[in-house]
């Protein structure tokens, strides 16, 4: 599924290399969710949240996180072009480089009163946050089998949805992800049935029983 949506979302005129896994599922459910919403011109705003710590040199002992929000806007973004919304995803990370970081972390220090309402600012927003690079496959229970499955619950939960981009177990390769989204439980079932989504053929772990 993962590499079918990569090769859809590169835009038709372009040599430039394929977009990432994470930039490819992030503008596929982009587009769908909107929709879902009902959406019909332009697509809903979106919180892109990344893990910055390989980016500023921290190491995975680092004890917390680092992730980062950026909103990409959806305004006079078509809502069927897939190419489209990738390339905005993908733009928006190009941007965020180990400079600007740094001189966001400086602007912190410097306004500590207002990191709360920066943390809380972007909960009315689609949140979709790349884990990709997470490997809780590597962890072993009793008598050295590792997890089936992993997933993950995240609080608070953002008001328009929440979108997890999460590494697969290491048996179904390299480009295989599992994506978990939290919406309001009609919206859910729209999405489960979403016909651009069904093309790809995913495999739905935790859907709705329609019987």
């Not at 999460?166 to 919206?187: C, F, I, K, N, Q």
């Amino acid at each position: 599924m993962v590499e079918s949506c990569m090769e859809m979302a590169k835009p038709s005129n372009s040599t430039s290399i394929l977009p990432s896994p994470f930039q490819a599922l992030a503008g596929l459910f982009w587009i769908c969710i909107s929709n879902v919403k009902g959406l019909r011109k332009g697509l809903m705003e979106m919180s892109i949240c990344l893990d910055m710590r390989k980016l500023v040199g921290l190491d995975e002992g680092f004890f917390g996180n680092f992730m980062l929000h950026h909103v990409v806007h959806g305004e006079g973004l078509s809502g069927h072009e897939i190419s489209e919304a990738v390339m905005a995803v993908r733009g928006m990370m190009e941007k965020m480089d180990k400079e600007e970081i740094m001189d966001f972390i400086q602007w912190l220090e410097c306004n500590s009163s207002l990191s709360s309402v920066l943390m809380c600012g972007c909960d009315d927003q689609l949140i979709c946050t790349n884990l990709e690079d997470l490997e809780p496959y590597l962890a072993v229970f009793e008598d050295g089998y590792p997890p089936v499955r992993v997933s993950y619950h995240v609080e608070p939960v953002a008001v328009e949805g929440r979108v997890l981009v999460l590494p697969a177990p290491p048996e179904e390769g390299p480009l295989s992800r599992v994506v978990m989204v939290t919406l309001p439980e009609d919206e859910a079932v729209k999405l489960c049935e979403d016909g651009l989504i069904l093309s790809f053929s995913p495999t739905v772990l935790m859907g709705f029983n329609k019987n």
